[in-house]
């Protein structure tokens, strides 16, 4: 069995996430494709305090990018992305729905599990008014439920008609045909939302569909363990591991053994082993390379927690944290807020890791930069709060 040591399983690991490939001055659409290729997905979440989490992956592979990329992708025809929940609620390439279908009938068998009481009729209802209305959301769809939305909850008051969607959406009855400008839902029927060729295509078995997201997975990572390949796209470790064990009988994985980790691993037939990662970027808490937080801590060292629902009082770093990714190594982590009023990019804590080379305030400031042009904001403004803030001030400045 082939040995990997660490800097090796983190060469293979970027390169497979696309840290490896050459940046375009402009990026185009060839360039979003190719990038999807290498993540597979882009978590979606609604936290915009810097810049939404599927927007930041692409960012710190292909650098500066015209944002209307990824909604030409998920609205224009031919649709490339939608949405559904792949690892979480993400982007996906739209060739993954049929693969996806086994997940829609487990959800189906179960559709009343997260929201229960729900008239029965009400999910027929609701379906009936999307295919009039189509595109639409949930919230011109109040009334449907015959009931007022209920303020009881302090996050997820949402009306029984968006519960009914929510059933819906999960089930595979209806689609994300995109969102508004408020980031709102707009929901279709999925045959007015994909590709005639996708609905057509037949849904997997769930043994080919594990495979199938076991095999794009072990694809994106190009090393990684049973239970990394089953976190990418959330499937049970044991199906994963099965799946994997079947990919290495076709010759499509290879078992390795990488120094330091605890687990046996699986390397893909096509992984790239680069001599070494000049990356430079800047990583959302939602971007694959640190996700799955013990894979950060086996390939990096990096022990990583977001705090966004921490107390302030309790948080360590800050509320919207961002590891800094330089060379082939996390050298920072930098606490980040745009103030879009002011035009500024706000810089609230600033963390060197341990061994962090002399260069990373340099490069850190001038990523930083990068960053808030990208953002259209016209400055940069460095608090004095961690043990890397006053050097990174200083190159800022």
């Known amino acids: ?12 690991a970027l390169a497979a996430q696309g840290f490896a490939d050459k940046r375009h001055e402009t990026p185009t659409m060839r360039t979003f494709q190719r990038t999807l290729a290498r993540t597979g997905v882009l978590q979606v979440d609604s936290v915009n305090v810097l810049q939404r989490a599927h927007f930041m992956p692409l960012y ?6 015209d944002v209307d990329l990824l909604r030409r992708a998920a609205e224009s025809r031919p649709r490339r992305v939608v949405e559904y929940w792949a690892h979480v609620q993400a982007f996906m390439p739209v060739d993954l729905w049929p693969v996806m279908r086994f997940r829609m009938d487990h959800y189906a068998a179960r559709e009343f599990k997260w929201w229960q009481g729900i008239d029965a009729t009400l999910k ?11 595109p639409v959301t949930a919230r011109e769809l109040e009334g449907v439920d015959g009931a007022p939305r209920e303020k009881t909850h302090w996050g997820w008051n949402w009306s029984e008609a968006r519960k009914a969607l929510d059933i819906l959406y999960m089930t595979g009855e209806v689609a994300i045909a995109g969102r508004t400008s408020q980031f709102e839902v707009r929901y279709d029927l999925p045959e007015r939302v994909l590709p005639p060729e996708v609905v057509a295509t037949p849904p997997l078995s769930e043994a080919d569909a594990v495979l199938e997201l076991v095999r794009r997975a072990a694809r994106s990572h190009g090393v990684a363990s049973a239970n990394c390949l ?3 796209y959330r499937i049970k470790v044991a199906e994963a591991r099965a799946a994997a064990e079947e990919l290495v009988a076709a010759g499509e994985l290879e078992r390795v053994s990488v120094e330091g980790w605890r687990r046996p691993a699986y390397l893909h037939r096509d992984a790239r082993l680069p001599r070494r990662i000049d990356a ?15 894979r950060s801590h086996a390939l990096f060292d990096f022990y990583y927690r977001i705090e ?8 360590v770093h800050g509320y919207y944290v961002l590891p800094f990714l330089l060379g082939d190594r996390i050298v920072a982590r930098v606490d980040l807020k745009a103030d879009r ?12 890791e341990a061994g962090a080379p002399p260069a990373t305030a340099a490069a850190l400031a001038a990523e930083l930069r990068q960053l808030a042009d990208w953002l259209g904001l016209d400055d940069v403004v460095v608090a004095p709060r961690g043990d890397l803030a006053a050097e990174l001030a200083g190159a800022v400045g």
């Open 60 to 65: 710190s592979r292909m650098g500066p990018y």
């Open 230 to 232: 089953a976190d990418y």
């Open 341 to 352: 009023a002011a035009r500024l990019l706000l810089v609230q804590g600033t963390y060197a």
């Open 124 to 134: 027929e209802r609701v379906l009936k008014e999307v295919a009039a209305r189509g």
């Open 308 to 315: 966004i629902y921490t107390p302030p009082e309790k948080r």
């Open 1 to 12: 069995m082939q040995t990997l040591s660490l800097a090796q399983a983190r060469r293979i």
């Open 280 to 294: 430079r970027a800047l990583l959302s808490p939602f971007d694959p390379v640190v996700w799955e937080r013990d």
